[in-house]
């Protein structure tokens, strides 16, 4: 019996530039949030929801979850993902909840919208 790793062993040097070249569109659609931007739109959401996808598989093709120094790092990317799925979903309510027409009334609407924008 070998004692072996199944999967190939790279050292943090030759795994950084990976993480820099699989990560620098997830990046690009984080900084979109530092601009000056009342409204996010699902447009947005969805694009974050795609490259938090796209890097949480590089990173768990990697096995980042089983190291210690990435694990961390895994779980935020996750996180971020599971936030821009809750936003897209909350935006669509947002951007829709006219057309329910639930009967609430305008301050009830009003304040729903608010807590929502908050959210």
């Known amino acids: 019996m ?3 790793s199944l999967s190939k062993i790279i050292t943090e040097k030759e795994f950084l530039p990976l993480v820099y070249q699989a990560s620098v569109n997830l990046f690009k659609a984080l900084n979109y949030l530092k601009k000056d931007s009342s409204e996010i739109t699902k447009t ?3 694009a974050l929801n ?4 796209l890097f949480e598989d590089f990173l768990d093709n990697h096995g980042a ?4 120094t990435w694990v961390v790092f895994s779980e935020s990317v996750a996180s971020i993902r599971n936030f821009a799925i809750a ?4 935006r669509h309510v947002l951007d829709r ?6 009967g609430d009334s305008k301050r009830d609407t009003a304040h729903f919208q608010k ?3 908050d959210a």
């Open 87 to 90: 936003g897209f979903q909350l």
């Open 97 to 102: 909840y006219e057309t329910y027409a639930l």
């Open 50 to 53: 795609k490259e938090t996808d």
């Open 65 to 68: 979850r089983e190291n210690r």
């Open 2 to 4: 070998s004692s072996q």
């Open 44 to 46: 947005y959401y969805a």
């Open 115 to 117: 807590k929502a924008d």
